[in-house]
C-alpha cells in the first residue's frame, strides 16, 4: 500500500519481504518459465526459515498472528516475480485457512505447523475434469470404512501437485443429499491410491507443477476429516477470503513490475529526436495505468480491512469479489499497456514483459472467473440495496415531477 498508510511495522515487513525476494535467484524464474524446474521446493523452504509464510496465523503454530492488511503487503512484493511463485507462496495461506479455522489441535500440529515452517508443501484440489466454476457439482466419492475414508475420483489443475506433500480435497460423502450438503473436505497426503500427472503445458504460470491429482481408491484416516462430515460448504466459503486476496495481491505486483519495466524504457527509448515519454500517446498510457494499479490497489487494501474488522460477512464477499476482478483485470490491463508502449522489444524475450503477460492471463481465469465475480458482487449489491437504513435519503424523489406516479409503469 501506499508509505503513508502504513505502519512501521508493516514498512518494516515490506523490506524484510523484498530482501527476501531480491534474493530469490534470476535463474530459478527463468528456469521455471523454460519448465526445466517443474517444483521449487527450496523457494518454500526458504520463506518458511524466514517465517514469511502464513503471516495470518498464530505465533504458536509458526505464524506471526498478523491481519489481512499486513498480508497482503507481502503478497503484492512477492507477485513481482511471477504467477507461479506467488500462487506457491500463497498456497500455505489458502491450506492454512483452511486448517486454521477447521481443523483439530492434532491436525494443526501435524499439518499447519509444517507447513509455514517451509517444511511440507500443500496443494488444493477443487477443479474436476468435469467442470471448474460448478464447484458443487464435484463427483470425486468418499466412503466411510472402519476408521478410514476411500477416495475415488479426479481433480485437475492443480498448482503445487507435482510437489505437494499434502492436499486439500473435496470429496462427496452423501450422494443423495442437495449438493451444498453432501460434501466433505480431507487432508490427503501424498501415498498410495494417490497418482499425480503432470500434463499440463501452459501459456504462462509454468514452473508451479500444475497437474492432475487420480486418487484410486486412496484410504484417508478418518482423522485427516477437516471440520464436520457433510459440512465442506462452509469451508469452501471460507477458502473464497484467501484463494481470491492472494490472486489480486499477487497480481498488483505484477502489474507495478511491468509498469516499472515499461516506464524506464520510455525515458530511455527515443524518437523524433525525443525519449518516447515526451509523447502524450505514450505517457497517456503511463497515466492511465498508474491510476488503475493505484485504484486496484486501493481497492485490495480496503477489502482486506473490511476482513480485519469483522465486517458483515455479505459486504465482505463482495468486497473479495471486487478485489480479485478488478486487480486481475488491472494486471492484464496495465502489463498490456506496458507491452504497448514498449512495441516490438516488449514482445521479445530481451524484457519480461512478454511472460508477465502470459502469466497476467491465467488471474482472471482461476480462483473464480470474472463473470462468477460479477455474478457474487451483484447478488450481494442487490440484496444491500433492499435493507437499506431508514436514515438513508431516497434520491429518486428529488426529481421535479417524482410525484407523477403514473408514469412509474414497472410492467
Not at 480431507?186 to 501459456?203: A, D, I, Q, S
Not at 482486506?304 to 478485489?323: H, K, Q, Y
Not at 486481475?328 to 507491452?339: G, H, L, S
Request: proline residues 4%.
Amino acid at each position: 500500500m501506499f508509505d503513508f498508510m502504513l505502519t512501521p511495522e508493516q514498512l518494516k515487513l515490506r523490506e524484510e519481504v523484498r530482501s527476501f525476494v531480491k534474493a530469490v535467484p534470476r535463474q530459478l524464474v527463468l528456469d521455471m518459465d523454460a519448465e526445466r524446474v517443474q517444483f521449487p521446493r527450496q523457494f518454500i523452504e526458504e520463506a518458511g526459515a524466514r517465517n514469511l509464510l502464513g503471516l495470518r496465523f498464530p505465533r504458536e503454530y509458526g505464524g506471526r498472528g498478523l491481519k489481512w492488511c499486513d498480508e497482503i503487503i507481502a503478497l503484492e512484493e512477492v507477485g513481482v516475480l511471477s504467477m507461479a511463485l506467488s500462487c506457491l507462496y500463497s498456497m500455505p495461506s489458502i491450506v492454512g485457512e483452511a486448517i486454521d479455522k477447521f481443523g483439530t489441535p492434532a491436525q494443526k500440529e501435524k499439518f499447519l505447523k509444517p507447513t509455514l515452517a517451509g517444511k511440507m508443501a500443500s496443494a488444493e484440489g477443487l477443479t474436476e475434469p468435469r467442470g471448474g466454476s460448478d464447484f458443487f457439482g464435484a463427483t470425486t466419492v468418499a466412503r466411510k470404512e472402519g476408521d478410514y475414508y476411500v477416495l475415488k475420483g479426479q481433480k485437475r489443475f492443480i498448482v503445487g501437485a507435482e510437489g505437494a506433500d499434502y492436499f486439500l480435497i473435496y470429496a462427496r460423502t452423501a450422494p443423495g443429499a442437495p449438493p451444498h450438503k453432501s460434501l466433505s473436505a480431507f487432508l490427503v497426503e501424498r501415498g498410495p491410491g494417490v497418482k499425480v500427472e503432470y500434463v499440463y503445458g501452459l501459456m504462462g504460470t509454468r514452473g508451479g507443477g500444475t497437474g492432475r491429482l487420480v486418487l484410486d481408491n486412496c484410504r484417508v484416516p478418518a482423522e485427516n476429516l477437516l471440520g464436520r462430515e457433510n459440512e465442506a460448504a462452509q469451508i469452501f466459503y471460507q477458502m473464497m477470503i484467501p484463494e481470491r486476496m492472494t490472486s489480486a495481491a499477487g497480481s498488483l505486483g505484477m502489474a507495478r513490475a511491468a509498469l516499472e519495466v515499461a516506464a524506464r524504457y520510455t525515458t530511455r527509448r527515443k524518437a523524433f529526436g525525443q525519449t518516447i515519454n515526451r509523447f502524450q500517446a505514450v505517457s497517456f498510457k503511463i497515466a492511465d495505468s498508474i491510476t488503475m494499479l493505484d485504484a486496484a490497489r486501493g481497492l485490495v487494501y480496503a477489502a482486506a480491512r473490511a476482513i480485519d474488522a469483522g465486517a458483515d460477512p455479505a459486504r465482505c464477499r463482495r468486497m473479495v469479489s471486487e478485489a480479485k476482478k478488478f486487480a486481475t483485470e488491472t494486471a492484464w490491463a496495465v502489463i498490456n499497456n506496458a507491452m504497448q508502449v514498449m512495441g516490438g522489444i516488449g514482445y521479445t524475450r530481451v524484457y519480461p514483459i512478454e511472460r508477465l503477460l502470459r502469466d497476467a492471463r491465467l488471474g482472471i481465469i482461476w480462483t473464480g472467473t470474472s463473470e462468477i465475480m460479477n455474478l457474487i458482487i451483484q447478488h450481494e449489491y442487490y440484496r444491500e440495496l433492499t435493507g437499506l437504513p431508514s436514515s438513508h435519503r431516497d434520491v429518486e424523489h428529488d426529481a421535479h415531477d417524482a410525484e407523477r406516479v403514473e408514469e412509474k409503469v414497472y410492467e
